[in-house]
């Protein structure tokens, strides 16, 4: 009775899992592959913001390589450098003689004076140059390079005289956030389930047969860490613990294993099942990381808890209170773009395909996965998304796989807000908390400012000084710009609590530092910035255009904000004056929006970056209503080229659908999802087979940059109205999205036929007013909350 019994939950839990009940689940949205992952990259990826792991499905040999989210190098340190503020006048000085002297030879250019405007020019480069010396020696972090995430280890299992399988198939649900691999080898049918669940802070397996008695394997941990070691413990546990380096972070895993029938034996250095009809595999894993200035907390002790808050728990407990926490976050918002053949071919074939085809549900499917990786990897109490998310199986990632914030963590957070996912930007909204500290002690020893900064990276232990090289670490935007996010997430959600506990303390504090740090211009007579770059191109100068949309748009942020609030009527009143006596946008002599103070754009530069633009997206300060620098900016992105890195071609979804053109927005996702060509760190962006996005390497931005661009395209709140599918391209004719969100507290649904609306649903979360717009035609509605408004047609 007891084997029946456990056979028919694992039946109706394969049933759940296959996505063929559930009302409301989108049965559509699955990545699947017909042979195991042979590289890390055609692995799948679970996670539940703290611990996350890539599957590869083989079947003699599983490799779940997993990660924790506080395992990282290095300790606790302050990056700062002390006396660097006695140098910030030096590097001003010699950056404004650079300027004076490129004026001075464009003036002979046109004169006609080659010879001695190449001269001028070669003295302004040596200016530059002698400025990012001063700033690599005198200015930079200490040390000047940050520290690196990690991975854990690998869970290995072996199954004995599974050869020659049939039927197989991997697969990653994204409605129930379960991994599953399925074969069959000889006469039985053998299924694997794993998923990371956050209720539980632990990661599942399951493993079964469809005969009884007939499933054996072996368990083992292996980790790249060379002083680590692994340990039998008690007849059906297995540890594997270690240091990342002498004086850093200790760790710690367990893999516990439970199996029905059969019997469950310490073997050599694994743990092995014999004649089984199933086996439930959790694993936990911890670190010695409290905070970034404490890493004291035992991990095995931590082991220890997690796996007893998950014992007495069975496979069906432990997934039933995963799928609903997953759900209650993914099923808020569903798309449907269309489906053709394709659709019905395995992820890798369609990604093959999808550039000369139509396979609009492939698109669906990316605007899904990068909520899907958000919720597994962005969760109350853990670590924000970082360059890869939370999955690395390098010791010595790319970029460190730590937080660039110059574009890359923002990207990550695009899409939070309008897919319907705000607590998900909560582990961000903590880091910012932690940089505001520690960025007060950079502001001083660099600027002698008050309030807080932040440059263009941080790691776990929070440094905010500039690192790796003065050309483009010395920035100072970084903090301002995540600030933004705290903005929005009250424009999404209207919380004065949380505005004023949380958000309007540390806009205030970034605030004030610019006021500190912007200084007039000898040469315009406005405030400008300065050193800083625009990154990451151009080297060290003052008065980059993006530096200034964003303090714009702080101050602007922290002043309405204040005056919401009640406080700081002052303070309010001097940001909007500063903020009017800034450098303002400017247009070149190409008819582009100047990236820089001064009008040195190359109409061929292809740069991944797309800094300049940042007004238009993420920011809202250029739209159609300022109609030349909205020409300006779009003949900007022109120049661009729609070839780039993969995160780079996700900020260009977003700005296309900012522009209003659909089509170009598609071009740019169809680039964006084709087989990633490997030629070099700085070209060649694609799609890996899972569906990662590519630098390459994998970063996880344009993931979230393609999801937040297809929201974009269909909905946009920026600007006062919210417009109904205002960027709609061609290749999407049929289509409807549910639980969309608009700034101002409206949660949206969306149905169109023919390139038309058919209806639109607007809900009313606050009982706010609210312009809605399509196309040409406006209409002021005005709800209780709660309340719902229906657009017809055009009706």
Known sequence: MLRF?????CLTSLALLSGRAAPGADNKTELWFDKPASVWTEALPIGNGRIGAMIFGGVTEERIQFNESTLWTGRPHEYHHEGAVKFLPVLRDLLNESRRLTIEADRLEREGRHQEAGEKRQAARTRQKEAEAIGMTEFMSVPVRQKAYQPFGDLRLFFPGHTNPSEYRRDLNLDTAVARVAYRAGNVFFTREC?????????????????????????????????????????DELALFGQVEDGGLRFESRVRISATGGKVTPKDDGISVENADSATIILAAATSFRNYSDITVDPSARCDALLSSVAGKDFAKLLSAHLADHQRLFRRVSIDLGRTPDSK????????????????????????????????????GGQPANLQGIWNDSLEPSWDSKWTVNINTEMNYWPAEVTNLSECVEPLFDMIADCSVTGRKTAQAHYGARGWVLHHNTDIWRGTAPINNSNHGIWPSGGSWLCQHLWEHFLFNGSTEFLGRRAYPMMKESALFFVDYLFKDPITGKLISGPSNSPEQGGLVVGPTMDHQIIRALFANTAEAARLLGRDRELAA??????????????????????????????????????????????????????????????????????????????????????????????????????????????????????????????????FGATAGIAEMLLQSHDGDINLLPAL???????????????????????????????????????????????????????????????????
Request: with cysteine.
């Open 195 to 235: 998923f990371a669940t956050f209720p539980g802070k632990v990661m599942v397996c399951r493993i079964s047969g469809d005969q009884p008695g007939r499933l054996s394997f072996t368990a083992k941990l292996d980790t790249p860490h060379q002083s680590a070691r692994t340990a039998v413990r008690n007849q």
């Open 574 to 703: 001097q940001l909007d004056a500063v903020r009017k006596e800034i450098v303002p946008n400017q247009i070149g002599r190409h008819a582009q929006l100047q990236e820089w103070t001064e009008d040195l754009d190359d109409p061929k530069n292809t740069h991944r970056h797309l800094s300049h633009l940042w007004a238009v997206y993420p920011g809202s300060e250029i739209t159609p209503r300022q109609p030349e620098l909205f020409a300006a900016a779009r003949q900007s992105l022109t120049y661009r080229g729609d070839e780039a890195t993969g995160w780079s071609m996700g900020w260009k979804v977003n700005l296309w659908a900012r522009f209003l053109d659909g089509d170009h927005a598609y071009t740019i996702l169809k680039n964006l999802l084709k087989p990633v060509q490997n030629r070099g760190s700085m070209g060649g962006g694609g799609t890996y087979p899972n569906l990662f996005d590519a630098h390459p390497p994998f970063q996880i931005d344009g993931n």
């Open 729 to 795: 391209p061609k290749n999407w004719p049929d289509g409807r999205v549910t639980g969309l969100k608009a700034r101002g507290g409206f949660e949206l649904d969306i149905e169109w036929k023919s390139g038309r609306l058919v209806k639109a649903r607007v809900l009313s979360l606050l009982g706010k007013p609210a312009t809605l717009r399509y196309g040409s035609e406006t209409r002021q509605v005005k709800l209780a909350k709660g309340k719902e408004y229906q657009w017809d047609g055009g009706k």
């Open 345 to 380: 071919l395995p992820t890798d074939e369609r990604i093959r395909r999808f550039a000369s085809g139509n396979d609009a549900d492939l698109a669906s499917l990316t605007f899904q996965y990068g909520r899907y990786l958000l919720i597994a990897s962005s969760r109350a």
């Open 5 to 9: 019994t456990t056979r028919l939950i």
